[in-house]
C-alpha cells in the first residue's frame, strides 16, 4: 500500500466516517443544503481554511493557501440528497422521512473533508487549494449558480477536479477517461392546451390528452429514426398529467421530457426536433401548446492532457492495478461539465461494486471507498501545487 494511502486509512477513516454517517442521517435536499453547508465550513474553520458560505446560495468553499506557488485548482464534492424513501436498514440511516443520500453526495463530501484535513495539517503543497461544496447537483443547478456568482473570478482556478462513485464498476478502483464522458441533459416541460368537455360529449372537446398520448408516440421517432447508431440519445417522457376522473375530458396536458444528448450537434438536433413535432402534433389536434425549457444542459468533457496526468497520479497514490483507462461513459449527467466550459477539468469514478444503482432505494456506499477517494484528493493538490 502507498504510504500516503496507508497513512490517511489508518489516522483518518475513523474522521472521514464520522462526517459521513452525520450528513447520511441528515440530507437536505437541493439549494436546502443550510445544515450541510453549516457544517462543511464549522469542520474546513476548525483546520484554519479561509471559508466562504453562501456561493450559489448553500455553496461553501475554503481557500488555503500555503507557500509562495502561483499555481491554484479546485477540488469539487456535491452535497444535495434525493426525494427518495431509504430502504436500506443501515445503523446510521436517514433520519428525514422521504429523503435520503441514496447517490452518495455525502461520502463525495465526506472524502473531501478527510482529505481538506489532512491537507491543512500537513500543509505539504505550495499554491493555493480550493476546496468547492456545491449544492444541487441533482437538479443540474449548483454549478451554474456558483458560477454566476463569481466562483472562478473570487477564486482564482487553474483546474478543477471531481469524483463520483459507480454501482457496478470494481469496488475500490478509480476510471477515468478523456474527451466527452457524460452526456448533456435537458429537462423540459411541454404543456398542451384544449378544451375541456363532459366525458359523455367528446365533441364538444378539444381533447388535450389525446394530443398528449400523440405526442409521446412521436417524440418516440426521435431518436430512432435521427440519431446514427455510433452516437446516442435518450428521449423520455417521464410523467404525464392530464385529467382527475373518467368523465371528464381535461383542460389541459402536461409532459416532462428528460432529453440526453451525447454530442452537441445531436443535442441540436434532437431539441429542434422536439419543438417541431411538437408544434406540428398541436396543430394537427387544434390544442396550443407551450414549451418550458429547465436549465440548458452540458456535454461532461474531460481535458485529455490533465487526465492522462490524472490516471498517474491515481496510480502513484492507488497503484496501477486500481486504475481504469479508459473508462466507461455514461448517458448520465452532470452538472461539473459546465466548470468544464470555464476550466480543463477531469472528472473520475470509484468504483461502488456490485450494488443497486444510485438514485435506487436500497443503493448504499461503500465505506471502503473513503480513505481511498481522500487520499486521490490529496495526491491532485500535492502534485498539481509542487
Not at 398520448?213 to 428521449?235: C, E, F, W
Amino acid at each position: 500500500m502507498n504510504p500516503l494511502l496507508q497513512t490517511i486509512t489508518s489516522e483518518l477513516t475513523d474522521n472521514i466516517k464520522t462526517h459521513f454517517h452525520h450528513l447520511h442521517q441528515n440530507p437536505e435536499m437541493s439549494f436546502e443544503e443550510h445544515q450541510t453547508a453549516a457544517y462543511i465550513a464549522e469542520q474546513l474553520k476548525s483546520w484554519g481554511y479561509e471559508v466562504t458560505a453562501g456561493i450559489g446560495k448553500t455553496g461553501v468553499v475554503g481557500r488555503l493557501k500555503v507557500g509562495d506557488g502561483k499555481a491554484s485548482i479546485g477540488l469539487r464534492a456535491d452535497t444535495d440528497a434525493l426525494p427518495v424513501k431509504e430502504a436500506v436498514d443501515l445503523p446510521y440511516k436517514s433520519k428525514v422521512e422521504g429523503k435520503s443520500h441514496t447517490c452518495g453526495h455525502d461520502a463525495h463530501t465526506s472524502m473531501l473533508l478527510g482529505a481538506a484535513e489532512y491537507l491543512a495539517k500537513t500543509k505539504n503543497f505550495n499554491g493555493t487549494l480550493n476546496v468547492i461544496f456545491q449544492p444541487a447537483e441533482e437538479i443540474m443547478g449548483g454549478a451554474p449558480a456558483m458560477i454566476k456568482d463569481g466562483l472562478f473570478e473570487r477564486f482564482p482556478m487553474d483546474y478543477v477536479f471531481g469524483l463520483h462513485n459507480m454501482p457496478g464498476l470494481e469496488l475500490g478502483k478509480i476510471y477515468f477517461t478523456g474527451g466527452p464522458i457524460m452526456a448533456a441533459v435537458d429537462n423540459w416541460e411541454i404543456e398542451l392546451t384544449g378544451k375541456g368537455s363532459h366525458g359523455s360529449m367528446p365533441e364538444k372537446s378539444i381533447d388535450p390528452l389525446v394530443a398528449g398520448a400523440a405526442l409521446v408516440m412521436s417524440l418516440q421517432t426521435i431518436v430512432s429514426r435521427n440519431v446514427a447508431p455510433k452516437d446516442s440519445a435518450v428521449v423520455s417522457v417521464g410523467a404525464f398529467l392530464s385529467g382527475d376522473a373518467g368523465n371528464v375530458i381535461p383542460q389541459t396536458a402536461i409532459l416532462r421530457l428528460s432529453v440526453r444528448n451525447s454530442t452537441p450537434a445531436t443535442r441540436v438536433m434532437v431539441l429542434d426536433k422536439i419543438k417541431s413535432i411538437t408544434k406540428a402534433t398541436a396543430e394537427a389536434y387544434n390544442v396550443t401548446f407551450e414549451i418550458r425549457e429547465g436549465q440548458p444542459g452540458a456535454i461532461l468533457i474531460n481535458d485529455e492532457a490533465q487526465t492522462e496526468k490524472c490516471i498517474q497520479i491515481a496510480a502513484e497514490v492507488l497503484g496501477a492495478d486500481n486504475v481504469v483507462t479508459p473508462g466507461p461513459t455514461f448517458m448520465g449527467s452532470e452538472d461539473f461539465a459546465f466548470y468544464a466550459q470555464q476550466r480543463p477539468c477531469v472528472y473520475g469514478f470509484i468504483g461502488n461494486g456490485d450494488t443497486p444503482m444510485v438514485h435506487h432505494p436500497m443503493y448504499a456506499f461503500d465505506e471502503t471507498n473513503l480513505p481511498i477517494g481522500a487520499a486521490y484528493w490529496v495526491g491532485i493538490a500535492q502534485n498539481y501545487l509542487r
